[in-house]
């Protein structure tokens, strides 16, 4: 059965670029967009800017750097000094990568209000109105009301590569079997002994699969993050009320495209919080008392929908540590695939390809403008974990870090098309957007003027 309706919708933005999605690709292209003096509106589904840190309560935003040098200048510099100036000391003492939630809720706030580009919460993208091979406007379901938004560039930076797909864009999804890495249900956990904690604990994961504790048998165990520190008492000394964020347990078969789908897998996630809570304060020293404070409103999720674009990251890019001509930044993280199966082949098969698979000190690849410029539409761009590659590199290039880079080229390469005559991301002139993104401090060692 189908019903067919018609219906008049305002058009209640006319602006110069349209960011879909308020995660750290989208705020980092919407900020740099408004920065520019282009008129920007962003459209996030949840209720507050970060994506997965805030929405999926993810707890570690992973390297900033190789080693050596910081790759996610500009934005990312912008937000890293920020959380260290305004939040616990243990970002800077004791893990550098750790996210304090809260804190960089206001951190996202505070650059986009200030940046004067438009947004809007609780608000999805469902269609897109297409004419002549380039994206006219977008239909936004916001709480309340159903409208249009008219820009003359459009950036796709929802994960999912959704905008992309209601345009009618070339997708690719999951491995040659269709499948994709399995999710995990983050959450945020307290009284914590962190002088205590000793880490990895694999034994004590063997007795616990001997024991029963999991419904699943998973291997795979990243553990959790410290993400601020101890109480201390009068005394000076440092109580077990240590707070931290869990990566832990997978859950498979999630399709990030299908709300049925996800819907099955939070309740599974949510049920498996419950054996962690028990494996973590029975099996493990410095947890005993550990409580779950609350688990994520979404889904982690690591893989969905990859964007074909006019340049494709392959595997060979990360191991010739490419160098691009048109190179808008360069990353560094290892290749991380999640096992898509809950099986010893799936993990050993992880174990291998993250073990060997990363860089020394120093190392890095590059990432170039066309793998950011959607294939067959002409004013659509794209940021984050949705870009033009293939498997291994979305692993690594999908981190939060990277979501920087990507996204303020996007946000930089829009701003320089909107100024041309045809708005079109595809003849857009690379060395300008290099140079402004050079002139916000982006890393970009291989340009020169």
Not at 168 to 178: F, R
Request: some cysteine; overall charge negative; aromatic content about 10%.
């Amino acid at each position: 059965m189908e019903l067919t309706y018609t219906k008049a919708l305002p058009v209640r933005y006319d602006v110069d670029v349209f960011v879909a999605g308020g995660g750290p690709a989208g705020i980092a292209a919407g900020v740099c967009a408004a920065r520019q003096g282009k008129s920007v509106f962003i459209a996030e589904s949840f209720s507050a800017f970060g994506g997965a840190a805030v929405t999926m309560l993810v707890p570690a935003f992973m390297c900033f750097g190789d080693g050596v040098n910081f790759l996610a200048e500009g934005i990312g510099r912008e937000v890293y000094d920020r959380i260290g100036a305004e939040s616990f000391p243990v970002f800077q003492r004791y893990c550098p990568s750790s996210i304090p939630v809260e804190t960089l809720k206001l951190i996202y706030d505070s650059m986009v209000a200030d940046s004067g580009a438009k947004f809007m919460f609780h608000t999805n993208v469902i269609d897109a109105v297409v004419e002549n091979g380039a994206i006219k406007y977008v239909v936004c379901a916001a709480k309340g009301s159903v409208f249009a938004v008219k820009a003359k560039v459009f950036i796709d930076c929802t994960g999912d590569g959704d905008l992309a797909d209601l345009a009618g864009a070339q997708t690719e999804y999951g491995d040659e079997n269709g499948r994709t890495m399995a999710t995990t249900l983050c959450g945020i956990w307290t009284n914590i002994d962190w002088d205590r904690v000793v880490w990895p604990p694999t034994r004590e994961l063997d007795r616990a699969f001997a024991d029963k504790v999991f419904t699943n048998e998973d291997r795979h165990l990243p553990g959790i993050w410290q993400i601020a520190d101890q109480i201390t008492d009068e005394n000076g000394r440092r109580l077990p009320t240590g707070v931290g964020g869990s990566n832990a347990g997978h859950v498979y078969d999630v399709d990030a495209r299908d709300a049925a789908s996800l819907t099955e897998g939070i309740m599974k996630g949510r049920k498996q919080l419950l054996e962690y809570r028990k494996y973590f304060r029975e099996y493990l020293t410095g947890y005993e008392n550990m409580e779950l404070v609350w688990s994520a409103s979404y889904l982690g999720i690591r893989e969905s929908r990859r964007l074909v674009c006019d340049y494709r990251l392959v595997l060979q890019d990360f191991f010739d540590r490419a160098v691009f001509g048109d190179e808008i930044g360069r990353y560094c993280y290892p290749v991380d695939i999640h096992s898509p199966t809950n099986d010893k082949a799936g993990y050993e098969k992880f174990i291998s390809e993250h073990t060997g698979l990363r860089y020394g000190p120093g190392e890095s690849y590059g990432i170039p403008y066309r793998a950011l410029a959607v294939s067959g539409i002409k004013n659509l761009l794209c940021a984050g974990r949705c870009i033009g590659t293939d498997r291994h590199m979305q692993s690594s290039v999908r981190v939060m870090p990277g979501c920087y880079i990507t996204g303020q080229a996007a946000g930089i390469a829009a701003s320089v098309v909107c100024e041309g005559k045809d708005n079109n991301v595809h003849s857009a002139p690379v060395r300008e957007i290099q140079k402004r993104l050079k002139a916000m401090g982006a890393y970009l060692p291989n340009f020169k003027e």
